[in-house]
């Protein structure tokens, strides 16, 4: 731990990986609480595992057509997106299919992926970072670009708050009011969107699924509103990153999978002594 | 209560709820057949009959919330969709998250949307309709409350605040005693009494005997609609709505029934 503190002042890589942690908390807090408040985490699951289709297809193209502006990010982007649409049409129109959808899209997506990168010729340890990530090879761009999507999450949250709270409360009432409920609810799906792709390419996709919901769920356990849901979550999410690495630095442990456990146990403590608080009263 | 097809429409005052040779049929089987009602303002009106007879099909109908096959709807002589800011709707609560995290302010001041800036906090004036509404339904001292820990009865009272908050001229119900015990029943029905004088009320109720004390008349919805004034409920009517015998019992005053399943 003091290894980490030390090294902390000097390496310019875990200064970024630091404020890598506490950028993506804030996307992840406020995002994580309208996918777990809306039960739609398994959405965000699902674009997250399409987009791999992505970057598998842009990556090929880079490589074997030598189309150089195509990088793995904008495939991600692309995919994230036309599966955030497809996902948000269908949980919209046809209930009962929702599920089917999203596995389909999800294997599907894999399933591409996968064939583009066995067609790419080299090694190609982008897929590998996109799936398992590493939060200290994070470069100065990566980090502006969290801060914009961090800058976009807020100023839509704070613009919306209200529509976006009554459509993952209420979607039908909120609809009798005249709310376009199918635009803000693309639109949080959008934003989930991004959210997954932006973080993956960062921090690797296990680790966003990890963060979207584990913070939340223990933030769910004790908030009684949502934006109170968010702020504890953002929170919680930068405290776990922060330990993951600090735990993981001096042992030389995968710093994200680190967080990850931790964050698991923090879970399961929750809901222990939760569970334990509610029996000792009643 | 005019229910026959040879009714005539008021030109200078539409009646609240009507409704001409309506149809409707999820996949080809028809749940509502030739709905023909007229409602008139400051009616108060209970829509009954067996589960999955139609009752909610009628109410998504005249909130637009479902089109029609064949037929119309007219809230206040315009269409559904038109009359939504003065409709107050109140859910099957059934069918939302009970842990959703939200204070019974946040709730209630959802039936403000849609009445100003469609962006941004609400205003002043809309946090005054609200606590005026709480109050009314005897919620005030629980705004700050979660969601999550009030009582099955003050979610139903919260529902009727939020459709209230609308600041409508009609309110539609769905089932707002289910879950409740008599004696809560008792204060909501006494709650939509006091309502009643200044609004047309439209709710769906299981339970027919309850509600015939104090609604005024009662639609009874199975795939087929018949229209009756409270004071023509008898157990013949009731037989042939829910289609099994029914128990009817008398109390004190005339108009005082109670019908069960036997």
Redesign the interface.
């Known amino acids: 731990m003091s290894e980490f503190l030390t090294d902390l002042q000097h390496y310019v890589f875990l200064q970024n990986a630091l404020l890598t942690g506490v950028l993506a908390s804030v996307a992840c807090g406020i995002i994580g609480t309208y996918v777990v ?1 809306r ?1 739609i985490s398994y959405i965000a699951d699902g674009i997250a595992h399409t987009v791999l289709g992505g970057m598998g297809a842009a990556l090929y193209l880079n490589r074997v057509y030598h189309w150089h502006g195509v990088i793995p990010l904008y495939g991600a982007l692309v995919a994230a997106l036309i599966a955030a649409v497809i996902i948000g049409l269908v949980s919209l129109r046809a209930k009962q299919r929702e599920d089917t959808a999203i596995s389909a899209l999800w294997a599907i997506g894999m399933a591409v992926g996968i064939i583009f990168i066995s067609r790419t010729p080299g090694y190609n340890e982008d897929l590998m970072g996109y799936l398992f990530g590493n939060i200290l090879m994070v470069s100065t761009s990566d980090l502006w670009m969290l801060a914009g999507l961090d800058a976009l999450i807020v100023i839509s949250g704070l ?5 976006f ?2 459509v ?3 979607q ?8 376009r409920v199918e635009v803000f609810y693309l639109l949080l799906l959008g934003l989930a969107a991004l959210t997954v792709v932006l973080l993956s390419t960062v921090v690797g996709i296990v680790m966003v699924v990890a963060m979207l919901t584990l913070p939340i769920g223990i933030a ?1 356990l004790f ?4 934006w ?2 968010m702020v504890i979550s953002t929170i919680l999410c930068a405290t776990f990153t922060t330990c993951g690495l600090a735990v993981s630095y001096g042992p030389d442990y995968p710093a994200g999978a680190t967080t990850i456990i931790l964050a698991g146990a923090a879970y399961l403590a929750a809901i222990m002594a939760k569970w334990a608080v509610s029996r000792f009263r009643g | 209560m005019i229910y026959d097809k040879g009714f005539s429409v008021n030109v200078t005052s539409p009646p609240a709820i009507f409704t001409k040779d309506l149809w409707f049929s999820y996949d080809s089987n028809p749940a509502l057949e030739d709905v023909n009602i007229t409602i008139p303002p400051g009616d108060f009106v209970s829509i009954v009959g067996p589960n999955g007879g139609g009752k909610t099909t009628l109410l998504k109908l005249i909130l637009g919330l479902l089109k029609p096959s064949r037929g119309r709807a007219q809230v206040f002589g315009e269409t559904p969709e038109q009359a939504r800011r003065r409709i107050g709707y109140m859910p099957q609560h059934s069918q939302l998250d009970p842990d959703f995290p939200a204070t019974v302010m946040d709730v209630a001041l959802m039936g403000r949307l849609g009445h100003g800036r469609f962006f941004g906090p609400y205003s002043k004036r809309d946090k005054e309709i609200v606590a005026k509404v709480l109050e009314q339904v005897g919620l005030r001292d629980f705004r700050k409350k979660s969601f999550a820990a009030i009582s099955g009865g003050q979610r139903q009272r919260l529902f009727i605040a939020r459709a209230l908050a609308c600041e409508p001229d009609i309110l539609l119900l769905d089932e707002p005693t289910a879950n409740l015990d008599v004696v809560m029943e008792g204060d909501l029905y006494e709650l939509l009494q006091t309502l009643n004088e200044r609004l047309t009320i439209v709710m769906v109720s299981h339970d027919l005997g309850f509600v015939s004390r104090i609604v005024k008349s009662v639609i009874c919805v199975k795939r087929k609609v018949l229209s009756h004034p409270t004071s023509e409920i008898t157990g013949a009517i009731i037989n042939e709505i829910y289609g099994s015998p029914m128990r009817m019992i008398r109390h004190n005053g005339e108009r005082d029934c109670n019908c069960q399943n036997s």
């Open positions: 408040v039960r613009l919306f708050y209200n529509q709270l009554a993952c409360f209420d039908e009432f909120a609809g009798l009011r005249g709310l769910a908030c009684r509103s949502l109170g849901m």
